[in-house]
């Protein structure tokens, strides 16, 4: 019964962490928007972390049963300190990157003064103030795209924003949530 317990026990803990360490791989893509972590990465990374947690955990609570507690705890706080480093290189990833989208954005803001009848100028706007989260700033610049080069691509790309917009509670103009 004692083993059974331990392997219960082993198994259960390995899965847990497991899962937090694939969790903390895609936490990148989901959102702060840098993803190149694939699911088959993470699913790769997280079997590793399994078979290696789980056993080195059945020989310690088999061979030093008292510092089978102790040896969890170091774990989890390998595995926290793991979460704060990813978490910081997110974050100092996603700064770095909104801060060159709204340089890109203020420059394509001077061109459009210069030369406010190019669409292939707003068309880039519209993209890198969605990305900023700029949805009525996006949606403008769609719009203003598709009236001067009515192409499929321009129409196509407002339409998908009024629509994501309208989707998300706005009438059109509305910032979404």
């Not at 910081?88 to 890109?104: I, P, V």
């Amino acid at each position: 019964m004692a083993l059974f317990a331990v392997v219960l026990y082993c198994t259960l803990f390995a899965i847990g962490y497991a899962w937090a360490v694939a969790w903390i791989m895609e936490r990148r893509d989901k959102k702060y928007r840098q993803g190149n972590t694939s699911f088959t990465d993470a699913f790769m990374i997280g079997a590793i972390v399994l078979l290696v947690v789980y056993i080195s955990n059945i020989i310690v609570l088999l061979r030093w049963p008292s510092s089978a507690l102790m040896y969890d705890l170091v774990l989890l706080a390998g595995l926290g300190a793991f979460s704060g480093f990813r978490e910081l290189l997110y974050r100092g990833r996603d700064t770095q990157s909104r801060r060159k989208l709204k340089a890109e954005a203020r420059l394509l803001e001077r061109y459009l003064k210069k030369d406010p009848g190019n669409a292939a100028l707003f068309e880039r706007a519209s993209v890198i103030y969605e990305e900023l989260g700029e949805r009525e700033l996006a949606i403008e610049a769609a719009r203003a795209a598709a009236e001067l080069d009515p192409t499929v691509r321009n129409s196509w790309r407002f339409r998908e924003l009024l629509e994501e917009d309208g989707s998300a509670g706005g009438k059109g103009g509305g910032r979404a949530s």
